[in-house]
């Protein structure tokens, strides 16, 4: 509901409230008044909605009294005198908590507080108000066998009286009755009984008939009917009671119904929320499924472009050293003169190369002792023409470099090596080692004629060997200084 | 020489050559099997019938074909002959030229030849057959490190302490006494010359000042 909504809700089901107390639901009325509590309760703290509120319990606490369940109503009504600020609201009020309080025989607490009232209705010059709490003072004092309490009462019904107020005079007559009963004064009580019960005839309104004609019963000679009254009386609280009782249970079924469709709902809920986990669940499932075939494809594609890759690097190579190489002794063959020697050497030569080819692309065990294999190399490539120093390559733990790692430091260098072998001319190679954390640091340098570096083919080839397993490399050189490369795994 | 051999490599004009040179060594007995399996069986046999063969010469590399094979490289025959027939001596002639490959076949598998098939490759063979015959090692020169016990041209921390201080100025009496002052051993005079004279050969350096030269040149110093 928005806000006008629960406003004017409120304002019904205060309404509904008071009509069902008139017609004797009282359980009813409880509820509705409830229920309005309840809305109150959601909306912004102004004025208006807190005389709403005590309003509410304003009448909740007359409920009670119906009831005979004074405390509460008591309490209902003290609820109600926190919320208001206008003196009128809060002198009814007060009023209310101190006619319950005499109703529950607290009648010095009842008395105070009327004596108070009476004060308050003199500031505010008051008549109304005056003559109530005077009227109620003398009713006190008589109930405390005080007889200045008549004086009280008099006071109260000549201003009365002068207001003219037929059902306020009919109050009069009726406590002066009560007065004069509790003071044992049965003559003067039924006088005035009586006295009430002609005023109350004037305006012929039912309820106070019923009001005077209980007292007056009461007062009769006759026990019979002064039985009867009292029969009355005791039928009434015992009606009251039982429909309190079937009230209650009236109220717990509907508590038990609320309660049952409310773990329906929670079950509905927790349905609903199985259900978005569960398709929550799906959808990772099917996401992550769909990111581990894009990856797989993505490999595999990767793998195949290497593949191809590195097929055409092989066949570029067949044909750029081995084909153009074999072309040339064919050339030479034809022109008579040459030498079987020469032949020979030439194709040694050729099958030299083949071998580096295929030696390039064979694998390597890299399993046994690393350093050892890569001393291998180091020997393969050292001759009369070059030598290969080595610095501290024992210091390095080559158990921390994961196998596909080692292979391409073992290609790299290969790599290297052959550069250094076809082109170089270099008589010395220095490859130092260094252990740095996790990391190894390997350094490359000859003193070779050294080139203009263009990093193509197979210094391409290292460059992207060592990016793939997020390395470094970088390489130095200048015609003339030798040919240099630092490389950091 | 031996008596009865047997070769075991793919590729007939291959097979032809050995052959050629068995014959100049007059070899009487020569069985040519183009399948490891084959030289197996053929070997087992020999041996159960107490006529065993006396040299094995193979291939290590086989092409595969549709015949599978229990034993599909000259690796693996090797490995179970010499599991089950030590004495058979075995030479591999072979296009491979690793030197880890060598060294595993001779140390491991009790090879007693590897011979790289080159230019010079039958030359070489004859050689080895020569030498396995008086129970010799034989290998050919691509793959001889595999043995050598010559140690790799490494240098240390020592060589390059010395060639800083000599690229500083000092002599070699001044080295000395500067590494017993800082506590460092060796010291001697002698062992500095040792070591300078190791490190110009290293270095393809004519003298020491050539050498100071070549390795800053190099950036160890």
């Not at chain 1, 909306?43 to 909740?60: G, Q, R, T, W």
């Amino acid at each position: 509901m928005n806000k006008p909504d629960t406003l004017k809700a409120v304002f019904c089901l205060r309404q509904l409230a008071k009509v069902q107390k008139k017609l004797g639901a009282l359980y009813d009325s409880e509820k509705s008044a409830v229920e309005a509590l309840n809305l109150l309760e959601h909306l912004p703290e102004n004025d208006d909605n807190k005389y709403s509120k005590a309003a509410v319990y304003n009448h909740l606490g007359r409920l009670y009294r119906e009831k005979q369940n004074f405390e509460k109503a008591i309490a209902y009504h003290k609820k109600a005198l926190t919320l208001v600020d206008n003196i009128k609201y809060e002198i009814a009020l007060r009023n209310n908590i101190a006619y319950a309080e005499l109703k529950r025989n607290n009648i010095s607490v009842a008395k105070e507080a009327f004596a108070k009232l009476y004060q308050d209705g003199l500031v505010l010059n008051d008549s109304i108000v005056t003559a109530r709490a005077l009227d109620n003072l003398g009713l006190a004092k008589g109930k405390l066998q005080d007889t200045s309490g008549v004086s009280d009462l008099q006071k109260a019904l000549d201003m009365r009286l002068s207001l003219g107020i037929n059902s306020h005079i009919v109050g009069s007559y009726h406590d002066f009755s009560e007065y004069y009963k509790d003071q044992g004064n049965l003559e003067k009580a039924k006088r005035y009984a009586e006295k009430a019960y002609s005023q109350a005839k004037k305006s012929n309104n039912p309820s106070e008939l019923l009001h005077v004609l209980r007292i007056l019963i009461s007062l009769n000679d006759d026990e019979a009917v002064r039985t009867y009254g009292a029969m009355v009386d005791s039928m009434k609280t015992v009606n009251l009671s039982v429909d309190e009782k079937y009230a209650s249970k009236k109220y717990d079924l509907e508590k038990e119904k609320a309660l049952a469709y409310e773990r329906l709902l929670e079950l509905e809920k927790e349905k609903s929320l199985k259900f978005f986990y569960a398709s929550l669940a799906l959808v990772l499932l099917s996401l992550s499924v769909f990111v581990v075939v894009v990856q797989r494809h993505r490999h595999h594609k990767k793998q195949q472009l290497e593949v191809y890759h590195t097929e055409l690097r092989i066949s570029k190579k067949v044909h750029d050293e081995v084909a153009n190489d074999v072309y040339h002794i064919m050339n030479k063959l034809q022109h008579e003169g040459v030498g079987r020697e020469a032949i020979l050497d030439h194709l040694e030569a050729v099958y030299d190369k083949t071998r580096d080819i295929s030696r390039e692309h064979q694998e390597i065990n890299v399993v046994e002792n690393f350093q050892e294999i890569l001393l291998d190399l180091i020997r393969y490539y050292e001759n009369n023409q070059v030598n290969i120093i080595t610095k501290d390559i024992s210091k390095v733990d080559w158990n921390l470099l994961e196998s596909h790692k080692k292979v391409a430091v073992y290609r790299v260098l290969q790599e290297l090596f052959t550069n250094m072998k076809k082109h170089s001319q270099a008589t010395l190679v220095v490859l130092s080692f260094k252990q740095n954390g996790a990391k190894i640091h390997i350094n490359y340098k000859d003193n070779g004629i050294g080139c203009e570096l263009k990093i193509q083919n197979g210094l391409q080839n290292t460059e992207n060997r060592i990016k793939s397993i997020k390395g470094s490399i970088i390489f130095k050189s200048e015609i003339n200084k030798g040919f240099q490369a630092s490389i950091i795994v | 020489m031996f008596k009865k051999v047997i070769v075991a490599d793919d590729l007939i004009s291959i097979n032809l050559g050995i052959h050629n040179v068995l014959k100049t060594l007059k070899i009487g007995e020569v069985v040519s099997v183009q399948y490891c399996d084959d030289a197996y069986l053929k070997i087992k046999k020999s041996y159960q019938e107490q006529d065993p063969f006396d040299l094995l010469i193979t291939d290590l590399s086989f092409k595969k074909d549709h015949r599978d094979q229990n034993y599909p490289s000259g690796e693996a025959l090797v490995e179970a002959l010499h599991q089950e027939f030590p004495d058979l001596k075995i030479i591999v002639y072979t296009i491979e030229d690793r030197i880890q490959r060598a060294r595993k076949l001779v140390r491991q598998y009790g090879v007693k030849a590897y011979v790289c098939k080159g230019r010079k490759g039958l030359e070489e063979l004859t050689e080895a057959l020569n030498l396995v015959y008086k129970d010799q090692l034989y290998l050919s020169e691509q793959v001889a490190p595999a043995l050598s016990k010559k140690s790799s041209l490494e240098v240390d921390d020592f060589d390059i302490l010395i060639m800083k201080y000599l690229s500083d100025g000092l002599t070699q009496d001044q080295i000395s006494q500067q590494l017993k002052d800082d506590n460092i051993t060796p010291n001697s005079l002698s062992t500095i010359e040792k070591r300078l004279n190791k490190l110009r050969i290293q270095f393809k350096a004519n003298n020491v000042i050539h050498l100071v030269a070549i390795v800053k040149d190099l950036g160890l110093i």
